[in-house]
Every structure is written in structure tokens, then in C-alpha cells.
């Protein structure tokens, strides 16, 4: 059996309250309400990553390990050149990830 909250509260904010909850709330990837009935029941809701980052940020992970395989393969052929772009590639690669990294606040998630 399904245990659902049947009382109710009116509560009156100023705009920029509403405003600023709402906004809170979002960054949770919670609804206005649950944030403000866990914030008063003494929760601290946290901010999550935005929901497309952690795949693409997964995605980015699975190209890097291929161009890091494909990189020692091109240091094993002795082919400097090669192995010389494979670097480079690798590089930008990783620059691109902590960009999104920083960019988006994944700081703790443990996607790469």
C-alpha cells in the first residue's frame, strides 16, 4: 500500500524567494515541493550534474580508452609520426572531458 501525503500547506513566498527555491530545486533535479518539504524535514539537497552530461561524459571515456589503445599501438609501430598525431588526439581528448568536467560541476562523479 502506497503511503500518500494527503495534508496540505499554503505557503506565500516573494517572487524572488519562489525564484530562488525553484532554481535550487532544479539544480537538485527535484521538484519545488519535494525541495522545500525535504529542506524543512532537515535534508540538504544537493546539486546534481545535468542529466545528458553523465552519458556523453561515459561516451567520452569509451573514446578516450580507444584512442589510448590506439596510441600505444601507433608507439609500438615506431611510426613517430603516427604516434605523434595519436598523442596529440589523446591530448585535445582529455582537454575536451575536463572542459566538460569543469564546465558542468561533475566534481565527485565518477564517470572516466
Known sequence: ???????TKLIRFHPEELRQITESARRSGLTPARFI?????????????HAATGPLLREL????QSLDQLARVAQAS?????????????????????????RHGQKGESTL
Do not use: N
Request: proline share 2%; no cysteine; hydrophobic share 45%.
Open 1 to 7: 500500500m502506497v503511503d500518500r501525503r494527503t495534508a
Open 37 to 49: 518539504r525535504e529542506t524543512a524535514l532537515g535534508a540538504r539537497p544537493r546539486a546534481r550534474s
Open 61 to 64: 571515456a569509451r573514446i578516450g
Open 78 to 102: 615506431q611510426d613517430a609520426a603516427l604516434a605523434a598525431q595519436m598523442s596529440a588526439a589523446l591530448e585535445r581528448h582529455h582537454a575536451l572531458v575536463r572542459h566538460l568536467v569543469e
